[in-house]
């Protein structure tokens, strides 16, 4: 979804919530800064911090174009927006050793995620 796409952002991956965050179970993301690859090319990047925040930014758009909550349900990424009153939970799946992953929703491939900056993986790792 194009709603959950962005542009890097500076970032502060400090506290850690009960409801939101790392504290909701474990997956494949781990907070911090991802490439973001849309099914139809589209390259941006979006920012997840560990107390449950996340940034959906554009290029040359001063102010994130989506904002809202991440939180885990089972073996999903959920996504709580601030614009739609609506959770959107797609299934995390890795796509290598480096980090990376993609959603998928409804059985289609939604995005692929490559690490930028991400605390605790190795840069080309």
Not at 39 to 66: C, E, I, Q, S
Not at 86 to 91: E, G, L, N, P, Q
Request: aromatic letters at 10%; hydrophobic letters at 30%; proline letters at 6%.
């Amino acid at each position: 979804m194009k709603k959950f796409i962005c542009v890097a952002a500076v970032f502060s991956l400090a506290g850690c919530g009960e409801q939101y965050g790392e504290s909701t179970g474990e997956g494949v993301m781990l907070p911090g800064i991802y490439q973001v690859t849309q099914p139809d090319g589209t390259v941006t990047r979006m920012v997840f911090k560990k107390d449950g925040d996340y940034f959906d930014m554009a290029d040359n758009t001063p102010k994130p174009v989506d904002e809202g909550k991440w939180k885990r349900d089972g073996e999903q990424l959920c996504f709580i927006s601030v614009h739609i009153d609506a959770t959107h939970c797609f299934t995390e799946q890795a796509r290598g050793n480096d980090g990376s992953f993609t959603l998928t929703g409804e059985g289609e491939r939604v995005s692929e995620f490559r690490p930028v900056a991400v605390p605790g993986l190795e840069p080309g790792s």
